[in-house]
Nanobody, 126 residues
Framework: EVQFVESGGGLVQAGGSLRLSCAAS????????IGWFRQAPGKEREGVSC????????YYADSVKGRFTISSDNAKNTVYLQMNSLKPEDTAVYYC???????????????????WGQGTQVTVFS
């Protein structure tokens, strides 16, 4: 059974940092592109970042480019999202998932992903 577990969320002041972790079991990270997504109350789930399995290339949404960094530790089957210079508009539940359609990510499209975890709440206050 494939399972993703996100952790590392919390309450942080604007300008602060958090590092989210996404631990997977039941599959090998190196075989799939892994994406981070977020969903704020009343809004649709949106792609934040993804990490390609094919060449390690990355994608970032414009709203987080330069502030967030995605990385992985394949030995631990874990993907991370380092979030710096956080803003109140980053407040959301953050999810990770595996791309079942392609190993190269050029955008984090929700419909390409599966095995969603339960999410981790990130709240940024000003």
């Amino acid at each position: 059974e494939v399972q993703f577990v996100e952790s590392g969320g919390g309450l942080v002041q604007a300008g602060g940092s958090l590092r989210l972790s996404c631990a997977a079991s039941g599959l090998t990270f190196g075989d799939y592109a892994i994406g981070w997504f977020r969903q704020a109350p009343g809004k649709e789930r949106e792609g934040v970042s993804c990490l390609s399995a094919s060449d390690g290339s990355t994608y970032y949404a414009d709203s987080v480019k330069g502030r967030f960094t995605i990385s992985s530790d394949n030995a631990k089957n874990t993907v991370y999202l380092q979030m710096n210079s956080l803003k109140p508009e980053d407040t959301a539940v953050y999810y990770c998932a595996a791309n079942l359609m392609r190993r190269l990510c050029v955008a984090a499209r929700t419909y390409e992903y599966a095995y969603w975890g339960q999410g981790t709440q990130v709240t940024v206050f000003s």
